[in-house]
């Protein structure tokens, strides 16, 4: 009995961590996107002898990608259906990859800033969207 209680109370304490770190991850995506856009360096080296087509690729490709998930986010919050996270969240992980595959076909260094913040990002998807799975979110659909 105790050994149901306390295990009981530690899911739930993990998965209001999960939720805790899932909107820091949100909010913290918002904030790079916004510094990165205006041309900070704060969290992205973005190379600025870049010139042509390429100078504002990553920028603008970030602030697409913080549009999604924050599309995702408003989305799984109003339905209360968080099956989408899971995909979100294997998303941001195959954007590590990509990511690189785009800096050596371009031949341009990609700051390995952009690989921390995925891997970050895709793991509080994947764990947040797990858990709420498992609590039984899963059931209702959007009429």
């Not at 904030?31 to 973005?46: I, Q, R």
């Amino acid at each position: 009995m105790i050994a149901k209680l306390l295990n009981h109370k530690t899911l739930q304490w993990l998965s209001l961590l999960s939720a805790f770190n899932f909107n820091v991850a949100v909010i913290f995506l918002l904030v790079v996107s916004l510094f990165s856009a205006a041309g900070s360096s704060l969290f992205f080296e973005n190379n600025s002898e870049l010139y042509g087509p390429l100078a504002g690729n990553l920028r603008l490709m970030l602030v697409y990608l913080t549009l999604s998930q924050f599309s995702a986010y408003c989305f799984c919050s109003y339905s209360r259906n968080y099956r989408l996270l899971i995909p979100v969240g294997l998303f941001w992980l195959l954007l590590m990859g990509s990511i690189e595959f785009y800096g050596m076909v371009n031949q341009i260094p990609i700051d390995e800033g952009y690989g921390r913040l995925f891997l970050y990002l895709g793991l509080s998807n994947l764990v947040y969207g797990g858990f709420m799975l498992a609590n039984g979110y899963q059931c209702r659909d959007v009429d």
